[in-house]
């Protein structure tokens, strides 16, 4: 048994050394820009088909950074996505995190409506937070709504859009990167089908750590 | 674009029968027993690895159902695996879902005996958790912890063993599995770096809706 002896934040290092080899070696050329968000999102699902499957708009992460560290709402289509996101890392920014599923405004607006919690959620969430981060992991509907606002006039911070499925998940990734790309609204998406809220977590930490690290330059040992 | 509108019952229905007809093309023959959950488990991750990643004990299915039937108490390592269970299921069940991973008490004992959270919660929710299921699909330590309390006489009524990851994930799954059979324990596994909080939801899902289903047959549309 090959079992090593390691704190937690000794692990992550490793970790991340070994999927900076392993890429090195299946020869995958990662931007170095977008380099923490595609080690975290590997590190998070052991799956290296997302050094090919990340989307970045142009210069995504730094201005999703640029965001962060002003301290904005980060908004999450589901409580699983939510729960990941650390609030540590949120908090030590000024950022605060918010998820509208679960709310019993929210589950009668949807009966009232006779439309989804995703659907009601995310129409509330455009109309409460001005300028916040969406970070959808789980409801292609969710990510139909947003665009749908978008192109209403609705700005967003930025969107990571990672659901996961085998129904309207593909499109409704395409069509947000289309919408906020026309709009120039940063996002980054997990094209194809895969994706799910330990995804688009992933992807918020990621974004979190960098924004909070150049803050406080090796104070927390993230990354 | 190709977007079907459809009620989540459906689209649920619709991904399963894709899952099933890809899986019948790629030549995947899984054994009808473990196909609630392998399916469920392809549905959260859109990752067709896990039609051969997944490991069960003998019966583990009709095991861990039969547990679940009686109302027991579901033990998860992260919050976010805890989220992801479904709360529905199980409280038709009678079950009560547990993780104490962000208890003020384990964080101070886990300080005190300079442990990780993991170990900390992990012993204690042995201690006090008597014939309940543990879903661990994070930290490979609270496999150690659990895989060291069988051997010394604890008996969980099964084990969900799906933590993700590089460095001591592969070995915690294996030397847990090993314990689990040596003790006539159901354990149902991700073999190999991949799973996840999502992944070990899926299972326990799985295992809750062919449950619950069993108890009212068509009553929910579960699954």
């Given at each position: 048994m090959n079992i090593i002896h390691f704190r937690p934040a000794d692990i992550e290092r490793t970790s991340m050394r070994i999927i900076g080899e392993e890429l090195a070696r299946m020869g995958k050329q990662i931007k170095k820009e977008n380099e923490a968000v595609v080690k975290r999102v590997i590190h998070t699902t052991a799956d290296f088909d997302y050094a090919d499957n990340l989307h970045?708009?142009?210069?995504?992460v730094a201005?999703?950074?640029?965001k962060l560290r002003r301290g904005i709402d980060?908004?999450?289509?589901?409580n699983?996505?939510?729960?990941?996101?650390?609030?540590?890392?949120a908090q030590h920014l000024g950022?605060?995190?918010?998820?509208?599923?679960?709310?019993?405004?929210?589950?009668?607006?949807?009966?009232?409506d006779n439309t989804t919690r995703a659907t009601a959620a995310m129409q509330y969430a455009t109309e409460a937070h001005f300028d916040a981060g969406f970070a959808v992991g789980n409801a292609p509907t969710a990510?139909?709504?947003l665009a749908e606002r978008i192109e209403a006039g609705f700005l967003p911070a930025f969107v990571v859009a990672a659901p996961v499925g085998f129904v309207n998940v593909v499109e409704a990734k395409e069509k947000i990167v289309s919408v906020c790309e026309a709009f120039h609204i940063p996002v980054i998406a997990a094209m194809g089908r895969k994706g799910g809220s330990t995804v688009a977590a992933a992807i918020v930490n990621a974004l979190l750590y960098t924004a909070a690290d150049m803050l406080d330059p090796?104070?927390?040992?993230?990354n």
């Open positions: 970045f708009s142009r210069a995504a201005l999703c950074v640029e980060i908004i999450t289509d589901s699983m996505a939510l729960s990941g996101v650390s609030k540590t890392a950022c605060t995190t918010h998820c509208y599923m679960a709310h019993p405004d929210i589950i009668k607006k949807a009966k009232e990510l139909f709504v090796g104070a927390r040992g993230w």
